[in-house]
């Protein structure tokens, strides 16, 4: 199954995914581990991880590829929540370049 993972993931980029997760045990929130969150990723569908994937590339400000994954969601409801979202995080980010 593909994932983040496998697409060359930055310590910055890592920190934006996995920077927070609830410590129940201690009541607090933690960063993952880089363990926790390929645990984390193996356990979601493929649609899911297509959704980060379009996700990263919209941080990485990639429409091109960013559309591609965005069109593999096979979930009509993830594929357009993922859209709305990424969508408008890529044009807020465009805004700010000019």
Same mark, same amino acid.
């Given at each position: ?21 609830? %410590? /129940?045990?201690?009541? $607090? ?6 363990? &926790?969150?390929?645990? #984390?990723? *193996? ?11 379009? %996700? /990263?590339?919209?941080? $990485? ?6 559309? &591609?994954?965005?069109? #593999?969601? *096979? ?24």
């Amino acid at each position: 199954m593909e994932t983040i993972f496998d697409h060359n993931l930055t310590e910055e980029e890592f920190k934006y995914f996995f920077s927070k997760k609830v %410590d /129940l045990e201690n009541q $607090r929130i933690v960063p993952y581990t880089k363990e &926790e969150a390929m645990e #984390k990723v *193996k356990n979601m569908s493929q649609d899911e991880n297509y959704a980060y994937l379009a %996700d /990263l590339y919209c941080l $990485r400000m990639d429409k091109k590829k960013m559309d &591609e994954y965005i069109d #593999k969601i *096979k979930d009509p409801f993830l594929q357009q929540d993922t859209a709305h979202s990424v969508y408008h995080e890529y044009y807020f980010r465009l805004s700010k370049l000019k």
